[in-house]
């Protein structure tokens, strides 16, 4: 074993940020250091060129400003493909158009129910800024994409809403809108769980011809994973979008590099607390992979790891 001292962390007045994690790993100590070591595995699987990089992450951080991180990873092209949910379509449509706001934990829930404000952890999201601009934005989408055909997988109807936000004035803001420019697939293997699947679920209600074809997806992603060299990915949170990437990559051998960034415990046996070390179990990360189980929230942890590897690169 080797043997590395514990290093004080050393201030410094301009520091940037990948110093500053460079620091959190001569610390040693505990979270910091994995954190640091989730820099470490994104820069080598970022560079390594045959590489099919995955991301994964929950809607929750797209109410956020966070949203701007996942929005720069696929307008600098880091990641090949995107797998979230429904409600990742939500916001981040709903933000194009309609503002969020600062909120609470604290606040009175009933008061914010009477008042027609949804609370999201402490963000504020009135229904005219939600469900009432989705609908009103929306459905005029769908009707033009039922006249051109009416099968759709939901990467080619993602990539049909992102093409539309080009001339909407904060449409160069959305995960949507780039991924579309820079040919990013986005799978949402849940589509009904949030407003965008209830917007077709009521489009649906006329046009019975409409249809989700979600093996259309499972096809590309199957090609994906098959022609792949090698695969890693970046896995924050947990949930549906967690377990589709590793569910995949199963078949590719297994992931060769996983960063999983989470607050859940693993000791309820939860998918979304499982550490990777479950996963190699399954076959689902590669025995000798890179892999790192950075614990905390990624509002906090996803700006720090990125600004730092956007230094490195």
């Known amino acids: 074993m080797k043997k590395q001292p514990v290093k004080d962390v050393s201030l410094k007045e301009k520091m940037?940020?990948?110093?500053?994690?460079?620091?959190?790993?001569?610390?040693?100590?505990?979270?910091?250091?994995?954190v640091a070591e989730g820099v470490d595995a994104l820069e080598q699987m970022i560079k390594e060129k045959d590489c099919i990089k995955f991301l994964s992450f929950p809607a929750c951080i797209i109410s956020t400003g966070t949203r701007g991180v996942i929005k720069e990873l696929l307008r600098k092209k880091l990641?090949?493909?995107?797998?979230?949910?429904?409600?990742?379509?939500?916001?981040?449509?709903?933000?194009?158009?309609?503002?969020?706001?600062?909120?609470?934990?604290?606040?009175?829930?009933?008061?914010?129910?009477?008042?027609?404000?949804?609370?999201?952890?402490?963000?504020?999201?009135?229904?005219e800024c939600y469900g009432t601009i989705l609908e009103k934005k929306l459905q005029p989408i769908f009707h033009e994409l039922y006249g051109i055909k009416q099968k759709w997988s939901t990467r080619d109807l993602i990539w049909e809403c992102g093409k539309r936000l080009g001339k909407e004035k904060n449409g160069k803001e959305s995960i949507l809108y780039w991924a579309w420019k820079n040919k990013i697939p986005v799978f949402v293997p849940g589509i009904t769980d949030g407003a965008f699947g209830s917007q077709l679920w009521m489009y649906y209600q006329e046009h019975r011809s409409l249809t989700v074809d979600l093996f259309k997806d499972e096809?590309?992603?199957?090609?994906?994973?098959f022609n792949a060299k090698k695969t890693g990915a970046l896995v924050i949170g947990g949930g549906i979008s967690k377990h589709h990437v590793i569910w995949w990559n199963q078949f590719s051998d297994g992931l060769s590099y996983a960063v999983y960034i989470t607050t859940a415990v693993e000791h309820d046996g939860s998918l979304s607390g499982a550490q990777t070390r479950e996963a190699i179990s399954w076959g689902k990360i590669a025995e000798?992979?890179?892999?790192?189980?950075?614990e905390g929230d990624a509002t906090v942890l996803l700006p720090l790891i990125i600004s730092a590897l956007l230094d490195r690169l």
């Open 79 to 127: 990641f090949d493909v995107v797998v979230t949910t429904a409600g990742t379509l939500d916001h981040d449509l709903a933000r194009v158009w309609k503002n969020y706001y600062h909120g609470s934990f604290a606040a009175d829930d009933k008061t914010l129910h009477q008042k027609g404000i949804n609370r999201l952890g402490n963000i504020f999201i009135p229904l």
């Open 16 to 34: 940037t940020t990948n110093q500053l994690i460079k620091e959190l790993y001569n610390s040693g100590g505990f979270t910091a250091k994995k």
């Open 219 to 225: 096809q590309d992603l199957s090609g994906i994973v």
């Open 288 to 294: 000798k992979a890179y892999n790192v189980t950075v």
